[in-house]
T-cell receptor, first 115, second 114 residues
Framework: AQTVTQSQPEMSVQEAETVTLSCTYD???????LFWYKQPPSRQMILVIR??????QNATENRFSVNFQKAAKSFSLKISDSQLGDTAMYFC????????????FGTGTRLTIIP | EAQVTQNPRYLITVTGKKLTVTCSQN?????MSWYRQDPGLGLRQIYY???????DKGDVPEGYKVSRKEKRNFPLILESPSPNQTSLYFC?????????????FGPGTRLTVT
């Protein structure tokens, strides 16, 4: 079974600074997908960024980027120029290859951006 | 607008009173799933469905039932709710082709069982 670990229950950072959220996972699969989801106070689950395991290049989406280390089974999220709207719970999630669509989530990191 | 809807959004009920949380998607997705979210545990899968009339257990299925009679609907049924089922519930849907990776989540249903 796959497991996803987020070791930082809470983090805070000053507005405009950069913050990195950690995620490690355990799997014996070679083909899989990794995701970061954002959950603001509205509780909506919002996909922030994804990474396909077969791609060596780290994914980026505007101010959000990942550091994907396949051998180390590490998948951290970097938020640059943090904004007040980034305040949310962030979940790391794992999905095996297609045909088994289940998302396995970490326990989340509560991020607070301080004005 | 492509979306997943859930009803009700909030529900307070008593132990043992049967309830159903509805989920509907308008994207013609084959795959649908239910998750529950609890503090310190993240989201865990309850049940999923690969298509009409095809359902299977997830990681925490005890105390829940589902049905998939139509492609767009995937209701979650609690036959005899207990306080340990107090949680935030999410329905999600997804295409099952090899190029679609994103799961679309509903807005969540906050359930309290007293």
């Amino acid at each position: 079974a796959q497991t996803v670990t987020q070791s930082q229950p809470e983090m805070s950072v000053q507005e405009a600074e950069t913050v990195t959220l950690s995620c490690t996972y355990d799997t014996s699969e070679n083909n899989y997908y990794l995701f970061w989801y954002k959950q603001p106070p509205s509780r909506q689950m919002i996909l922030v960024i994804r990474q396909e395991a077969y791609k060596q290049q780290n994914a980026t989406e505007n101010r959000f980027s990942v550091n994907f280390q396949k051998a180390a089974k590490s998948f951290s999220l970097k938020i640059s120029d943090s904004q007040l709207g980034d305040t949310a719970m962030y979940f790391c999630a794992f999905m095996r290859g297609f045909g088994n669509e289940k998302l396995t989530f970490g326990t989340g990191t509560r991020l607070t951006i301080i004005p | 607008e492509a979306q997943v809807t859930q009803n009700p959004r909030y529900l307070i009920t008593v132990t043992g009173k049967k309830l159903t949380v509805t989920c509907s998607q308008n994207m013609n997705h084959e795959y649908m799933s239910w998750y529950r979210q609890d503090p310190g545990l993240g989201l865990r899968q309850i049940y999923y469905s690969m298509n009409v009339e095809v359902t299977d257990k997830g990681d925490v299925p005890e105390g829940y039932k589902v049905s998939r009679k139509e492609k767009r609907n995937f209701p979650l049924i609690l036959e005899s709710p207990s306080p340990n089922q107090t949680s935030l519930y999410f329905c999600a849907s997804k295409e099952t082709d090899s190029i679609s990776y994103e799961q679309y989540f509903g807005p969540g249903t906050r359930l309290t069982v007293t």
